[in-house]
Each structure stands twice: as structure tokens, then as C-alpha cells.
């Protein structure tokens, strides 16, 4: 419930920091039921430095752990980066070799993240995410404003030269496009950023405030809050902007809305009483309440996965903890302490906003093992991710 959270927030000016990088990380206990399972156990040897940094956090932010040779795992990792990147996985219970393979081109860092991959497709037969963009916010509220990045921080940079106030960039799926939330011209508009050309446009002209916009997965609409009503409610539109249509007609605040992965239902945050989740239909109709039972009664910022099953989202109070429940609802589970869920596309990790002290920082998540590394830092704050699909 990214407005209804942060959006007069005005407290301390912290200045724009610029990205300093991938940094070293926290550790938890992970692997596929999504509500807790043990990680695959693997041994790795032969890779140092960057190459071998890089390969032991992507696998184990999807859920592997490092064991020694003693604990005989089925899966024996080993390689070499003399120049390139040269990788090797054995299935050592069906005496079989999975992979042998090396990377060339690009960067040593490149090289590792291609072979990471590759590592986790012959084990587990589902792609990795070690190609990934993020988008964010940089600063805390004012000034803040939109950041780009490689999933790990590297290659970051500043999109938005606004000085002001910016909330919620999302990615235009399968373009190198984003929708964002600012105050540069007053109230709150949504703008599409073009990174290609640089070009932005407010999109979607309406009166009064637009904000919190979630493209749908096929990159036909566009959910968002409008208040032109005079309240605060859910409309969809074409992704040109076109064919606007009213959701939701409440006195109560609805924010927050994100897609289920067909493109025909919408979740998003009313506060009927206190913060809770809802889900409608594109077409419209009455907004069905999604029970999450065992985690407290604030719960915003809901992110559908892209297999459908799972919500992500916040449980709110004195402190921020993420929470996955059943798309159709029933029991609901802590993670771990965080806000600003946003699913990748393996439906297993999770990058979110960590709070740390006077800032927040990024990390990544995965929920089945609760493996937790902090992967991107900046001088001052950065929150709100949005995983590029």
C-alpha cells in the first residue's frame, strides 16, 4: 500500500546517493514448498574471487546451500576462471554429468551470473534470474528519485532529474519502459519513462491525483488510484492510456493494485476498517475479500506470483514483515521482516526493502528457505523495487 504509506512522509531531507554496488550479505536457513523446505545441498570448488562470490550468492538466493565433501551431496559443482569461465556440474547418485561449459565474452562477473543460470535449469528444470533488472526509489521522500540497476546493483544508474518526490515505478513488461508516481508539477502524476530515448510522458491524463500504476502481464492495461471521484479508487486503461474505467466506487482508500499473471483479475488495498486484501475482476464486478489468517490485521502492498498461486505482501504495525498467502486465501505465513515485496520470475524469490538503521537497502529473498542477501546499497535510501519481466 505504497501511497497510503509513504506518500506524506515528508520527515528528513536525505539527498540522492549514487549506487555503490553489489555488497556482501545476510544469511537465513532454505527450497520448494513455498511456505518452508530444505536447500539443495551442493558442493563447489575450482572458482575464486569475483567469479566465485558471484555463484555463491545467486545460488543461494534461489534456495542452495554450500556443503564440504563429507556431507556427500548429490550435486558436485567445479570449474575455473583463468580468463574465462569454465563450469562443471555432476550428479554423483546417478553418475551423470549435467553440464560442462564455458563462458566467454563480457565480464567475469557476466560470465558467472550465464553459468549460474545454466546451474540452476540442470538441477531444478526451472530457468534462473540472474539476468535481471530492477527499478527503485532512491531517497526517502523528498527529493527521491528513480533508479536502474542490474539485479545485484551493479550498473546503476539515476533516471529522473526531478528533485522532488517520486512512488511506485513498475516496468512496461517485455520493453524497456517504467511508469512512476511524481510530484514534479504538484499534485501526483503518473509518467512513462522511455530509458531508450529518454522521453517522458504524463500518461494517462485525468484530474486530481494518479498514482501506485501495475502494468498487467500481457502489457495491455494499466491498473492505478485515482481520486477524481473524490476518494481514492481503482481504475484500469489500455497501456496507451485509453478506455478508462472506474473498479471500485468506496468512501474507503483503495492503493496498491497488482496483476494476477492472466491479466484478468486485479489484487489490490481497500481499507474497509483496517488495510486488507481484495481481488476484481478486470471487467469489473463486486471485489472479493482475500482472508490471511495468523498475521495481523494491517496488510498492504500485495505482489501476485507469476504461477499464480502465492501473494506476497506486507503486514503492517509497528514494524514491517513480509507474508505469503494463497491466492485464494486461508492461512498466512511471516517470512521474514521487510515491506516492498516484488516477486521475480521464478515464483521463489522475492526482492523487497529492508530498513537498516536510518536507511533502507534492498534485498532478496527466497521464501521457501528464507535465504535473505542485501544486494544493492546507495549513501542514502533506496526502497520500492520492481523486477523488469
Not at 39 to 60: C, K, N, Q
Amino acid at each position: 500500500m505504497k501511497l497510503l504509506k509513504h506518500i506524506l512522509i515528508f520527515g528528513t531531507l536525505i539527498g540522492t546517493g549514487l549506487l555503490t554496488g553489489a555488497q556482501e550479505l545476510t544469511i537465513d536457513r532454505p527450497n520448494q514448498n513455498i511456505f518452508g523446505a530444505k536447500p539443495i545441498p551442493v558442493t563447489m570448488t575450482g572458482f575464486t574471487g569475483e567469479a566465485d562470490s558471484v555463484l555463491r550468492t545467486d545460488l543461494y538466493i534461489v534456495g542452495f546451500a554450500f556443503v564440504t565433501p563429507d556431507k556427500a551431496p548429490q550435486y558436485l559443482i567445479s570449474g575455473s576462471n583463468n580468463g574465462r569461465v569454465e563450469g562443471r556440474v555432476v550428479d554423483a547418485v546417478n553418475k551423470s554429468t549435467l553440464l560442462s561449459k564455458a563462458y566467454t565474452g563480457g565480464t567475469t562477473r557476466t560470465q558467472a551470473h550465464a553459468l549460474a543460470n545454466e546451474i540452476v535449469k540442470v538441477i531444478t528444470g526451472k530457468p534462473g534470474i540472474f539476468g535481471g533488472k530492477i527499478a527503485f526509489k532512491i531517497g526517502e521522500n523528498f527529493p527521491s528519485e528513480v533508479g536502474v540497476a542490474d539485479f545485484d546493483g551493479a550498473n546503476a544508474t539515476v533516471v529522473t532529474p526531478d528533485k522532488s518526490m517520486i512512488n511506485s515505478p513498475t516496468w512496461v513488461p517485455g520493453q524497456r519502459k517504467i511508469l512512476y508516481a511524481s510530484w514534479k508539477n504538484g499534485a501526483p502524476k503518473i509518467y512513462e519513462h522511455d530509458l531508450s530515448s529518454g522521453a517522458r510522458t504524463v500518461f494517462a491524463r485525468q484530474p486530481g491525483s494518479s498514482y501506485s500504476p501495475s502494468v498487467s502481464p500481457d502489457g495491455r492495461h494499466v491498473a492505478m488510484i485515482l481520486d477524481k471521484s473524490g476518494s481514492p479508487d481503482l481504475y484500469v486503461c489500455d497501456i496507451d492510456g485509453t478506455n478508462m474505467k472506474q473498479l471500485t466506487r468506496t468512501k474507503e482508500d483503495e492503493s496498491s493494485p497488482c496483476w494476477s499473471p492472466d491479466s484478468r483479475q486485479i489484487c489490490f488495498v481497500s481499507r474497509k476498517g483496517l488495510p486488507g486484501l481484495y481481488r476484481i475482476s478486470v471487467d469489473g464486478g463486486e471485489p472479493k475479500k482475500i482472508s490471511a489468517v495468523g498475521v495481523g490485521s494491517t496488510l498492504t502492498e500485495p505482489d501476485w506470483s507469476p504461477d499464480g498461486k502465492t501473494i506476497v505482501f506486507t503486514s503492517g504495525g509497528r514494524d514491517f514483515n513480509l507474508c505469503v498467502v494463497s491466492a485464494e486465501g486461508g492461512e498466512a505465513k511471516v517470512v521474514v521482516s521487510g515491506e516492498d515485496p516484488c516477486w521475480t520470475p521464478n515464483s521463489r524469490t522475492v526482492i523487497f526493502t529492508r530498513r537498516q538503521k536510518d536507511r533502507r537497502i534492498l534485498s532478496l529473498l527466497d521464501v521457501p528457505t528464507k535465504h535473505v542477501k542485501d544486494v544493492t546499497q546507495l549513501s542514502g535510501s533506496c526502497s520500492q523495487p520492481s523486477w523488469a519481466r
